[in-house]
């Protein structure tokens, strides 16, 4: 792919980056997104800790209940994509967390930005990390599949082919950029291709067996 090469040329010079964000969302992030930017700037800074980082499918999970581990960190905020992400990266590198997990991009899909934007915002805050806080050992998760015919799905989120290439993406550039890929969407899809609809109440997000099924899945792999 040819925007990949330059997607990666852009990778090397994160200022550059800052040049050019004809997506960039944060100026109309919802409420939602500052309040709890502003629950976490009142949060004591407690470094060498479990840090889940993404949207609303991780903002669900119970963390200290699921991993029986109360120091562990969630910082998922509904409705983010990699836009917000990245310009709260600097808070999670504050934290010099032990490990990373990252799982993010749907948002992003579903307000049509490009595959490779969205891919360039998660390199990018990859490479902020490493920089920041270089004993991190960091977890970039598969986009999960969806379910377009559980009942109570929102079909902006029906973008299975974008997901599919972000996701082998992700996969193929692991090894270069030193971060672990985790192949979440292989653990939850079914015959179909689709998110098992056992672990969704909505074709999208996950349910408590989602959510045990994930930790399963992390454990599985011993990157827990």
């Known amino acids: ?6 997607l990666l040329l852009a990778v090397s010079s994160i200022s550059s980056f800052a ?3 004809p997506y960039d ?5 919802p409420e939602h997104y500052w309040v709890r930017m502003e629950k976490f700037k009142k949060e004591a800074v407690v470094p060498g800790k479990i840090v889940f980082l993404g949207n609303s499918i991780t903002e669900g999970g119970k ?5 029986k581990d ?19 990266i600097d808070e999670i590198i504050k934290l010099k967390p032990s490990s990373l997990f990252v799982l993010i991009g749907t948002n992003d899909l579903s307000k049509k930005i490009p595959d490779e934007a969205v891919i360039e915002n998660i390199f990018t805050a990859i490479s902020k990390v490493k920089a920041g806080s270089p004993k991190t050992k960091i977890f970039i ?23 599919n290439t972000i996701n082998d993406q992700l996969a193929r550039y692991a090894a270069r ?28 997000h996950l349910n408590a067996a989602g959510y045990l099924r ?5 454990k599985e792999l011993k990157h827990l």
């Open 70 to 88: 109360s120091t562990v960190i969630n910082r998922g905020i509904a409705g983010d994509n990699t836009f917000g992400l990245l310009a709260r």
């Open 25 to 29: 969302t944060v100026p109309n992030m």
């Open 19 to 21: 040049q050019k964000r």
């Open 214 to 218: 994930w930790v399963e899945v992390l």
């Open 177 to 204: 950029m030193r971060y672990t890929y985790v192949d979440l969407y292989a653990k939850f899809i079914d015959s179909q291709g689709r998110l098992e609809a056992r672990y969704t109440f909505d074709g999208l």
């Open 1 to 6: 792919m040819k925007w990949f090469v330059s």
């Open 141 to 163: 998760q598969s986009i999960l599949p969806v379910n377009e015919t559980v009942e109570r799905f929102s079909q902006q989120f029906n973008n299975s082919m974008h997901i």
């Open 63 to 67: 963390w200290k209940q699921l991993l």
